[in-house]
Nanobody
Framework: QVRLVESGGGLVQAGGFLRLSCTASGNVFSIRNMGWYRQAPGKQRELVAKITRAGVTNYPDSVKGRFTISRDYAKNTMYLQMNSVKPEDTAVYYC???????????WGQGTQVTVSS
């Protein structure tokens, strides 16, 4: 079992930046891959960044070049650096991990990011 807590959300102007954090506790040794998702009003939850145990990252075109995902194993923490933010980035951002040997999935409660024009 893994517990995830996000932090770092808030209000930011377009063109600005934020850094989101996700700290894991519990059975952190079971964590395999980690990722950030977001859900805007009226839209489906979508992947914005993921990172594997090997450090391989993946981003959709909508955020590529602006967002960067990273993880600190010593601190059991994952980060999402958000640069050059746009109003369309406004959403609740969720931390997600999957585990091994069983592929369970765990979610944080989310942190609100609001980008003003």
């Amino acid at each position: 079992q893994v517990r995830l807590v996000e932090s770092g959300g808030g209000l930011v102007q377009a063109g600005g930046f934020l850094r989101l954090s996700c700290t894991a506790s519990g059975n952190v040794f079971s964590i395999r891959n980690m990722g950030w998702y977001r859900q805007a009003p009226g839209k489906q939850r979508e992947l914005v960044a993921k990172i594997t145990r090997a450090g391989v990252t993946n981003y959709p075109d909508s955020v590529k070049g602006r967002f960067t995902i990273s993880r600190d194993y010593a601190k059991n923490t994952m980060y999402l650096q958000m640069n050059s933010v746009k109003p369309e980035d406004t959403a609740v951002y969720y931390c997600n991990v999957d585990t091994f040997p069983s592929t369970n999935s765990y979610w944080g409660q989310g942190t609100q990011v609001t980008v003003s024009s």
